[in-house]
Every structure is written in C-alpha cells, then in structure tokens.
C-alpha cells in the first residue's frame, strides 16, 4: 500500500504554512510512516491470523492531511467449531506470532511476560484492596463493578500507599 504525502501547502487557503506548521507536518509525516510500519509487521507477524489489515487513528496536521499517528491489528481469536484440540494448537499459533513480534521489536518474550504478570499481579492486588476498602464481595459483584475497579487500578487513581509499581504501567 503507497503512502500519499502531505504537501507543505495549505490546501484550502493557499497560504504557506508557518515554521512551526511545517516542523508539526515532518514530524506527522515521521509518525505516520511509524505506525505503519509497526502496524504491518504486527500484521505479518499474525499471519493468517489477522483479521484484514491494519487499522488506525488519524490526527489532521495543518496542511489538512491526515496521519497516522496509532493503529491495531486485529487477530481472530475465535475457537475452532468442534475440535478443541484444533483450538489449544491455534492458540500455540498465536502465541509464537506474539514472540514474532516480540523479535521484531527486539524485545525479549520471556522478560516482557515476566513485566506483563508482575504488572497484572499488582493491579489485582490493588483491585482486591479497592473492593475490600468498599465492601466489595469480588465473588458477587455484577461484571459493570469488576469493570469499574479494574480500570481504577489500571489508571492508578486508585492507588494505595503501598509501592505498587510506576504509573507507566
């Protein structure tokens, strides 16, 4: 797929964009180029996975052209109709297409895991202690409550005094 580059003119007044506006436009143009890039390998690295090609989010710069500046993947996650077996290897599938992508980003799967586990730990630890600060029963509460809590401890708004990890979490 060809990207079509802004021009550093503004289309509808004909006036030249200022300094400013033409740093913001490069700097757009290096985002863009970015994303779909990330997006792509993500999409090669999901293989027949992948659910269509890339999707992403827009931000018009100030020569009226629109940029990528974030995007997603899509992965089917459905189970094989049947055939459980079928399903746990797709699983397998998709879990050695996550460590493709880990590689591509040189980033290594088994410390990345190890990150992601600590980091879910201490949200659900927080989750827990939100629900019993509140008089909560975990095991009764309705989806829409679980949900609530859960992105409090993911947005750190809830945070106790205890050392739960940084806010980039």
């Given amino acids: 797929m060809g990207t079509r580059w802004a021009t550093l003119s503004k289309p509808s007044a004909g006036d030249e964009l200022s300094r400013e506006e033409e740093q913001e436009v490069r700097e757009l143009r290096a985002r863009d180029a970015e994303v779909r890039a990330h997006e792509n390998a993500h999409k090669a690295a999901a293989g027949r996975h992948s659910r269509g090609g890339p999707s992403y989010e827009y931000e018009r710069g100030p ?9 997603e993947v899509s992965i089917d996650s459905s189970p094989v109709a049947g055939d459980p077996d079928a399903t746990v290897d797709e699983v397998g599938d998709l879990l050695f297409a996550v460590v493709n992508v880990a590689r591509h980003l040189r980033v290594d799967p088994e410390s990345a895991l190890r990150r992601a586990s600590q980091k879910f ?49």
């Fill in 121 to 169: 730990r201490r949200r659900f630890e927080l989750v827990e202690e939100l629900a019993r600060d509140r008089s909560i029963e975990l095991e009764r509460a309705d989806l829409t409550t679980l949900d609530g809590l859960w992105d409090e401890a993911k947005s750190g708004t809830g945070k106790s005094t205890d050392d739960l990890g940084s806010a980039s979490d």
């Fill in 63 to 71: 020569d009226g052209r629109q940029y990528a500046v974030g995007g």
